[in-house]
C-alpha cells in the first residue's frame, strides 16, 4: 500500500513490488517518479529524508538533506546595512547541494532487492514517453507561473505561454536524459559528468555558488533513528539534521504527562496539546542544528525532561512566548509518501526542494528544479524565515552544514510491536504538529485513519505566539474558552499535507491528504 501525492508515483512502486521488489524498492521508484510527476515538490535537485522498518525487525534513517556549498557563509542573504534579501529564496544563491540522488541510491544499494534500471524504470518511462497531466498539476503550474517564467522554464512548463491543460501528454527529454545518467552509473551520473558540470554552468551563470567539488563531496547519512514511546506505541522517527522526530518526541512526551486528557477537541485538549507544541518548538528553534556541526542536547527526548518541562505548563492558561514573530503561512510544497510492502516491510519518506518549485530555477540543460532550501538556516539568527520560523545561532549557516528541517517521516509500532502505521507531511513547520496529530487521532483518540486524517489540525510553534486552527476546528464555545486562557487564536485553511498507511484488519489501508487535489494511493 502507498500513499503518497501523486497517483502515477505511487503506481510506479507498486509496480516494482509486484515485480518482486521491496518497499524500500518502491519508494526509491515512488520518489523518482514523483521527480517526474510532480515538480512542485518531487525532486532530483532537493534532499529529503527516509526512515526504514524492516520485518525482521532492523530500523534505519537516512538523511539526505542538502548541505551548504564550501563557499556559502554566515551572512551571505543579507546586505550591507544587515537585512535580510530574498535571495535564499528566489534564484540562482538559494540552493543547497542536492541530496536526493545520493539518498535514495543508498537506500537502494542498503536495504532495495532491485537494480537502478528496476527502480527508476518507472521514472524514465513517465519523463521520455510522457504522461497525461492532471487537473491539480495544471492547475499548480498555472499558479507558479510568475516565479518560473523568472528563469529558464518558460519553454517546458508554458508551451504556447500558458500550463499544459489537462489531458495533454507532457515530456521532459532533458529530465530523462538525466535519469539515463543515473541508471547507467549511479550518483556518478549525477553528481560528476554530464549533469553535474551542467548544473554548476548554468547555476552560476546567474550568481550561484555551488561547485563541482560540492557536488562530489555530497554524502547521505545513515543516521539513528529516534525512537519514543507514547501510550504504549513505539515512534521511529527522524533525528537531526531533521527536528521532526525530536520535536515530534518531545511534544508527546509533553502532552502523556497530562494524562488521562480531556477528549478530542475540548479547550483542555487543544489548550494542553498547543502548549506542548509551543514549549517543544522553542526547543527546537534555538537548540536543534546539524549534529555534525553543534552538540544536541540528549534530555530533549527524555520522559524526565518533559516531566519537569510540563510543570511550567499552566492547565488554565496560555503562557507567552518570550518574543514574538511575524505570521507567516506558506503552501504546502513539500511531499511526504508512506510504503508498507506485503512482507510487512516498511518506509516513510518526506522530500523537498523546500518552496513550491524551489528556487524557481530550472536548469534547462538537465531538465529540473533547484531546490531553496538555504532559506531553512538561520539566515539572519534571531529572524524569521519563509515560515515565520525564529531560529539561532545553532542553525546559522556554514559551510558543508545541513540546514535544520521539520520533516517528519515516521514509523508507529502499536504495544506488542507489530507496525502499525507510517506517516508524515509537508508544510514546513506544521509538517511536525500534523503528523504527530494523526498519530494521537489513531492511538489517543481511537479514530481510523480516514478520520484521523481528516479530523481538523492545530499548529503552535512557538512564535509566533499563536495558535493556529484549521477554519471550523473549533466550536464556538471551545474557541472562546480558550481567548479566555489567553491564547491568540488565528484560523487558516488547510495546516498540511499528510499521506499515511495504516494496518486494518484484513490489510492496509493508505489515505492521501483530504485537503488536497494530489491525491494518489495505490496497492495491490
Ligand atoms: O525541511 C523543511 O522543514 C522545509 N524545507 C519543508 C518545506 C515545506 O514543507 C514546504 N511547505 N510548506
Known sequence: MIASNSRLASEAGIEIVRAGGNAVDAAVAVGFALAVTYPVAGNVGGGGYMVIRMADGRTAALDYREMAPMAASRDMYLDKDGNLTDASVVGYRASGVPGAVAGMLEALAKYGTKS??????????????????????????????????????????????????????????????TLQRIIDQGAKGFYEGVTADSLVA???????????????????????????????YQLITMPPSSSGGTTIAESLNLFE??????????????????????????????????PDFIKIPAELTSKEYARTLAKTIDPKRATPTPRDGKQI??????????????KGNAVGTTTTINGGYGSGVYLQSVGFFMNNEMDDFAAAPGKPNMFGLVQGEQNAIAPGKRMLSAMSPTIVLDPRGQLLLV??????????????????????????????????????????????????????????????????????????????????????????????????????
Open 329 to 342: 503561512v506558506d503552501g504546502m510544497h513539500t511531499t511526504h509518501y508512506s510504503v508498507v510492502d506485503d
Open 257 to 290: 504527562t497530562f494524562s488521562p486528557t480531556a477528549p478530542w477537541g475540548t479547550a483542555s485538549y487543544v489548550h494542553l496539546l498547543g502548549s506542548s507544541y509551543q514549549r517543544a518548538f522553542i526547543d527546537r528553534n534555538s537548540k536543534l542544528g546539524d
Open 116 to 177: 537502478r534500471a528496476q527502480a527508476l524504470a518507472a521514472a524514465l518511462r513517465l519523463a521520455r514517453d510522457g504522461f497525461i497531466v492532471d487537473s491539480a498539476l495544471s492547475r499548480s503550474l498555472s499558479g507558479s507561473k510568475s516565479l518560473i517564467a523568472l528563469f529558464n522554464g518558460r519553454s517546458v512548463f508554458y508551451p504556447n505561454d500558458s500550463a499544459p491543460k489537462p489531458g495533454t501528454l507532457f515530456k521532459q527529454p532533458a529530465l530523462a536524459a
Open 202 to 232: 548554468e547555476l552560476g551563470r546567474g550568481g550561484g555558488i555551488i561547485t563541482k567539488e560540492d557536488l562530489k563531496r555530497y554524502r547521505a547519512i545513515w543516521r539513528t533513528p529516534v525512537s519514543a514511546s507514547f501510550h504504549g
Open 423 to 524: 506517516a508524515g507531511a509537508a508544510g514546513g513547520p506544521r509538517i511536525i504538529t500534523t503528523t504527530s496529530q494523526v498519530i494521537l487521532n489513531v492511538i489517543l483518540n481511537n479514530m481510523t485513519l480516514a478520520d484521523a486524517m481528516r479530523a481538523p489540525r492545530i499548529h503552535h510553534q512557538a512564535l509566533p505566539d499563536t495558535l493556529m486552527i484549521e477554519t471550523g476546528g473549533l466550536t464556538p464555545d471551545v474557541e472562546s474558552a480558550l481567548k479566555t486562557m489567553g491564547h491568540a487564536i488565528r484560523y487558516t485553511g488547510g495546516l498540511a499535507n499528510a499521506n499515511a498507511v495504516m494496518r486494518v484488519q484484513g490489510g492496509w489501508h493508505g489515505v492521501s491528504e483530504p485537503r488536497s487535489g494530489d491525491r494518489g494511493t495505490a496497492g495491490y
